[in-house]
């Protein structure tokens, strides 16, 4: 499996190497730009698949590591490295930005726009692949300024306060990262007399004092709460969402928001398992707040990209409550949620954004009876509403499900209420079709146009995706699950939480054992 | 009788070379400009300052190798010392007036002023920062100061028919004097206090008079005076207000040198008296450092956001970051082990080059962009830029991001080294009010970004007015944004560097 090609680093060089070519070709020739832009990020996903086919299934450790000393003043290096918790991110990043690029028109500037996108994807994808302290922060910050830009230059009305919001919001919680990052070096010096950014040697070696680790888990758990975003730090999601451009809307729900959860767990559990496992009722509350605001407010919406803004806050309020259920079901079901929600919410906004590009408004009361006019379109929808949903049979009732049987086990009231935010989701998702596309067509819907094969195209491996995860999701968990059991190993070594475990580790698609819950022990 | 025979103390010309150099430059552009009138061409007055900037610079780096080789050595009757923080700094300045020479070429044509003096008084300004930078005698730092201040305030005036120029210049001047005094009347507290002006000496004395400590009032009155002298040349809060004034009035490659060289002399300054001179002290100052910080960073970030001047932004904004570099002065000086580097100033020497460069190429970009009468400095000025001048927004985003601590930028690695310096000593307050205090500060450089990029120019505004990019100015910003890119990247040669000039720091 270690072949010689440095394939992690390829990753993050080609994206950004492709966003210098785009940004030097001449800005007279845009067919030219969009090729070499496609080309790249096509080029990129092949390789993501490639690391995805050569992955060693039930591997718990880091894969495909690479390490060179970078700033070695500062004991910093280019150490990437990738497990079951981040492999399918990293291929979710790189499938959805070609998908992105194809679903959706900038209109105006492409030779920036695809510039911006390609280091997103640069940014995005290192983030997921530090295992380095200091470089996953590089990473983390540096995917500002592009989406910055994204938002400011290619969004709606409200862009430009849309984007500033973003960044300082983001910026605020990376401040506290940063001081905890040097706090957790300088500590960990201080215990084992070596300086060391190394996500993993931190993690084998670290042993901070109760206290010392409790604040030094908040500093990160602050970052990563706006990121993800956690209730009440939500409050530039929305804007964000409805003001950016399509593809932002697409990468910023696919892959943005999962650094935040992704963080979560690499760098709030898996760093510091005593202090997540003492945050544990607060951060569990505030996912299921999360999951019911996040329904409530969305029921209320009448911007149907707003609607799909909020469902993200409920979506990934399940993620951290699985997350800090810290079963090895809830977590595996909270790592491929997060891969679900990138491609049902992905495939949600990619098609308001074509709603949206055809009838130039996105208010649910200006549409009306599309499924008569435009069938496919509608059907289509459909199925990315369904599995946004959770309906048995497609992938977002898969992640649900696990997240829901595993955190039973070790915190069951919050997820009895978390439960009603299933119900809610298909409340306000089904609501929302019903008045779009149920009815007659009125005038200005009549001549609503049927989706097109290029279209239809970008939404194939979208829908390819929701249904075969959710009828076939073993090879999934087969990758992810290892290396969650590895965090929860971690933690029940470190703390004295106990994960009650499922007798037989058998996952069938979607036939949870609901058997086990023999201990609710509550941490 | 032999021994009244007046003995000078011996003087190590090599050592002092890079000084002679600016000096010598200095009186040569002065003197030939005045002597021999307009025969030359008026780029050469530009290209002697950077030569001689140039050379000293140069002779630093030999200079360098003598004190890696032989360690800290103190010169001319230890009034002047050459260590490798002294070294570092001079270099620092030199790049100022590298830089601000490129910048101001092109503005005195555009501007039809001539002259010979502004170059001139860059080095003289110059000469005074490197005397800062390596004094070794509070009187010595004094004349030092004297030398940079008086020669910005006539840079600050220099620009004959703006009416702004000259407010500007006799404000700084007026309050520039008062804290002159306020230094002047520390030293002598501290001379009353202690027996001596020579920073050797103080530090000496209050190590062994710790046990007796019957002066304290006389020293820390005297403490107190230096710092507000000082404090007023870095622009630390609450004695900032003649920043804002005094940088959007002084021509726009001025301000960039004031807010560079003057403030990189005038921190060295800080360092070398409070951490170095006064370190057995360390409990009195380093609390009202400590608040100087907090005030400078918060007042400096939040005043910031709200100016609509780009000049008076970046003037809050440089007062802001001269919080930052405090919350580095703040951590230094505490390591125990006296041959290991203080990260605390390596951080500060990091950051004063770092920002150096960055706020020279900002204010090359703006200088620019002011176009024909240095007048258009409004956030409306730089609407629509992005279009006019792709490469010109592109280098000014670039520096406003590194300015917000954005990381691949030298502005990160600055604020990297400063905050793990406060961590390492577990300020972790300070650590923290300092990143969200650049957190407010990014708002301001992204208001200038959305203006570049976001809005387009109103047709018949200042801003629809073509933006020139003569070469020399090109060339400033062009360097000063590698600098901060290569820094960005591959920080690791200026670490290096930083590490071992505190490491030769003479104590």
Known sequence: ?523 | MLAQQFQGPSVDWWSLSPLLVLLGGGMVILLGGALTGRLWPKGLYAAAAATTAGAAAVLCFFLWDDVIDEGAQRLVGDALVLDGFGLFVTVVVCVAVILASLLTDDYLRRESLDGPEVYGLYLMAAIGGVVMAVAHDLLVLFIGLEALSIALYVLAASHRRRIESQESGLKYFVLGGFSSAFFLYGIALVYGATGSTNLGRIATFLDDSVAVGNNDALLLAGVALLLVGLGFKVAAVPFHTWAPDVYQGAPTPVTGFMASAAKAAAFAAVLRVIVIGLEARQDDWRPVVWALAVLTLLVGSVMAVVQTDVKRMLAFSSVSHAGFILVGVEAAGRGGDPTAADPGISGVLVYLIAYAVLVLGTFGVISVVSRKGDGATDLTAFQGLARQRPALALALTLFLLAQAGVPLTSGFIAKFGVISAAVDVHSYALALVAMLAAVIAAFLYLRVIVSMYLTDAEPGSPAAEPVRVPMSTGVAIGLSATFTLVVGFVPGWLLDLARDAAQRTLG
């Open chain 1, 1 to 523: 499996m270690h072949s010689s090609f440095p394939i992690l680093t390829a990753l993050i060089v080609t994206p950004a190497a492709g966003a210098l070519l785009v940004a030097l070709l001449p800005k007279g020739r845009p067919e030219l730009v969009k090729l070499a832009g496609l080309l790249t990020s096509l080029a990129v996903a092949a390789m993501s698949v490639w690391l995805l086919a050569s992955f060693e299934t039930g591997e718990a450790g880091y894969q495909f590591t690479s390490q060179h000393p970078w700033i070695e003043q500062w004991g910093i290096s280019w150490n990437l490295g990738v497990d079951g918790i981040s492999l399918f991110l990293v291929v979710l990043t790189g499938l959805i930005f070609p998908i992105a690029v194809l679903g959706s028109d900038p209109h105006h500037d492409e030779k920036p726009y695809l510039a911006w996108l390609l280091l997103l994807q640069a940014g995005v994808m290192g983030s997921f692949l530090s295992l380095d302290l200091f470089l996953f922060f590089v990473f983390f910050e540096i995917v500002l300024v592009p989406m910055y830009f994204l938002i400011g230059g290619w969004g709606y009305d409200q862009r430009i306060y849309a984007a500033t919001k973003f960044f300082l919001f983001t910026m605020a919680g990376s401040a506290f990262m940063l001081v905890g990052i040097l706090a957790t070096v300088f500590i960990h010096r201080a215990n084992t007399g070596v300086t060391t950014f190394d996500v993993v040697e931190l993690t084998q070696t670290a042993d901070f004092a109760t206290s010392t680790g409790r604040w030094l888990f908040l500093s990160f758990a602050v970052a990563f709460a706006v990121k993800v975003p956690v209730f009440p730090l939500h409050t530039w999601l929305p804007d964000a969402h409805t003001q950016a451009p399509t593809a932002g809307s697409v990468i910023l729900a696919g892959v943005l928001l999962k650094l935040g959860t992704y963080g979560l767990i690499r760098f709030g559990v898996e760093l510091f398992p005593e202090a997540a496992v003492w945050s544990r009722p607060v951060l569990l509350t505030l996912g299921v707040v999360g999951i019911v605001y996040g329904a409530v407010v969305a029921t209320m919406q009448t911007d149907l990209k707003r609607l799909v803004a909020y469902s993200s806050v409920a979506h990934l309020g399940f993620i951290v409550l699985g997350t800090f259920a810290i079963t090895s079901q809830s977590l595996s079901g909270g790592v491929l949620q997060m891969v679900n929600h990138g491609v049902s919410t992905g495939g949600l906004f990619l098609m308001v954004g074509m709603i949206s590009e055809r009838r130039h408004t996105r208010e649910i009361a200006a549409l009306k009876g599309l499924q008569k006019v435009a069938p496919v379109f509608a059907a289509a929808f459909t199925v990315i509403m369904l599995s946004s949903i959770g309906l048995p049979g497609l992938n977002g009732f898969v992640g649900e499900f696990l997240i829901l049987i595993g955190a039973f086990l070790t915190a069951r009231w919050w997820t009895v209420v978390a439960a009603v935010g299933v119900i809610l989701a298909a409340l306000y998702l089904l609501w929302a079709y019903q008045r779009v596309f149920h009815g007659e067509p009125d005038e200005e819907n009549r001549s609503f146009p049927e989706l097109t094969w290029r279209e239809g195209l970008v939404l194939l491996p979208v829908i390819a995706a929701i249904g075969f995860c959710g009828v076939y999701p073993k090879p999934m968990l087969d990758r992810i699950e290892p290396s969650v059991d590895r965090v929860v190993a971690l933690v029940e070594e470190r703390t004295d939480f106990e994960s009650p475990r499922p007798v037989a580790a058998e996952h069938g698609d979607t036939s949870g054992d609901e058997s086990h819950g023999d201990s609710e022990g509550e941490g």
